[in-house]
């Protein structure tokens, strides 16, 4: 069986503080990738980042970056320089390599970003 | 850019009454799913459909549950006679074929649906 942990449920930082989300996805898969979606107040659900399980290499793309580190099943992602903007629930969200392909989604964290 | 579109936005039904959610999933994409969210909680897996055939489904899509690719273009999902625990909102997404394109879904922006 998979499981997906999110194990902070609300987050709370002043504006241009540094902000790590974690996410922990236990699984017997050894081919997967992993998603972070973003969701604001309004509802939609926005795609951030994809990783796969075979590239371990950290990554930085703008005012984001992502660490994954296959042996502990942990894939955390961090927002630099956070703004009142980024304040949302944020998902991570695994996909089986199966027929369907379904995201796995997370119970998500919220991220509050005071000014 | 293409987008999924779904309509309505907000559907408010009576309980016991049939709902047809509709959605439109990028043109060129091959897998279509449906999820929902009840307000507050995380986002559940419903069904993925691909070359017109359901490819799998969750526990929570029981008979009451169908879905359907009439024409080639719309992709819908039917709740047969919907009940107070169905008020969700519920998002349909597309994807390409996999070796295509690392497996992104799109998704669209969601029906509010309220069961009275």
């Known amino acids: 069986a998979q499981k997906v942990t999110q194990a902070q449920t609300e987050i709370s930082v002043v504006e241009k503080e540094d902000v790590t989300l974690d996410c922990v996805y236990e699984t017997r898969d050894t081919t997967y990738y992993l998603f972070w979606y973003k969701q604001p107040p309004s509802g939609e659900l926005v795609f951030l980042i994809r990783?796969?399980?075979?590239?371990?290499q950290n990554e930085i793309s703008g005012r984001y970056s992502w660490n994954f580190q296959k042996s502990t099943s942990s894939f955390n992602f961090t927002i630099t320089a956070s703004q009142v903007v980024d304040s949302a629930v944020y998902f991570c969200a695994p996909i089986r390599m199966d027929s369907s392909y379904k995201l796995i989604f997370g119970s998500g964290t919220r991220l509050l970003v005071r000014p | 850019e293409p987008e999924v579109t779904q309509t309505p936005s907000h559907q408010v039904t009576q309980m016991g009454q049939e709902v047809i959610l509709r959605c439109v999933p990028i043109s060129n994409h091959l897998y279509f799913y449906w999820y929902r969210q009840i307000l507050g909680q995380k986002v559940e897996f419903l069904v993925s459909?691909?070359?017109?055939?359901?490819?799998?489904k969750s526990e929570i899509f029981d008979d009451q549950f169908s879905v359907e690719r009439p024409d080639g273009s719309n992709f819908t999902l039917k709740i047969r006679s919907t009940k107070l625990e169905d008020s969700a909102m519920y998002f349909c997404?597309?994807?390409?074929?996999?070796?295509?394109?690392?497996?992104?879904?799109?998704f669209g922006p969601g029906t509010r649906l309220t069961v009275t």
């Open positions: 997404a597309s994807s390409l074929p996999p070796e295509g394109a690392g497996y992104e879904q799109y």
């Open positions: 990783r796969n399980s075979f590239d371990e």
């Open positions: 459909f691909y070359n017109n055939e359901i490819s799998e």
